[in-house]
């Protein structure tokens, strides 16, 4: 991954809370731009510098055995792969989901990272600017929370059968 010179959209310009069709500009630019750098894909940062998310996915961090991700005020979209890895994470794995402001220079701290989202489901990221992440292999929570979600969308966790909707 590679932090992108474009910037998110403001709040104030066009709720990223909101699956607004204009938006996807912003995230193309910002993933074409990613991509022609040689990277897979890109995150990107708000006009103050803080962590948003990735070009269309949202990004957690690993550190001290806690996650970290962007506060929803960082005009981010309050996804629903987000908010179930952050409820595995508590419910499964006793970890504690911190949402705050996350500074630039957190990604290259960070013992673990990845992106959720419902295209990704659970997507390491073991590079960020061409520097590694952790030992630039794919972290164990990274991979205990990827195994999870998997076995929850395919209906091998009970606990959690409520949250899907069979399709026959």
């Known amino acids: 991954m590679g932090v992108s ?3 998110r959209l403001d709040d104030n310009a066009i709720p990223a809370r909101a699956k607004v069709n204009g938006a996807y500009v912003n995230t193309a630019l910002a993933k074409t ?4 750098s040689g990277f897979d894909d890109v995150i990107v940062l708000t006009d103050a510098g803080h962590v948003a998310e990735g070009s269309a996915m949202n990004l957690f961090l690993v550190r001290n055995g806690q996650l970290l991700t962007s506060a929803v005020t960082e005009n981010i979209l309050e996804g629903i792969t987000r908010d179930a890895i952050i409820r595995l994470a508590a419910e499964q794995l006793g970890l504690t989901t911190v949402a705050r402001p996350l500074d630039r220079t957190e990604l290259y701290t960070a013992e673990e990272a990845f992106f959720v989202g419902t295209a990704t489901e659970v997507a390491p990221i073991t590079r960020i600017d061409h520097r590694a992440v952790g030992n630039g292999q794919v972290g164990p929570i990274t991979q ?7 076995k929850l969308v395919h209906g091998h966790l009970p606990a959690y059968e ?4 069979r399709v026959a």
Do not use: H, N, V
């Open 162 to 165: 409520t949250w899907l909707t």
């Open 144 to 150: 205990q929370l990827k195994d999870l979600f998997d």
């Open 33 to 36: 731009d990613g991509c022609l």
């Open 5 to 7: 010179s474009w910037r």
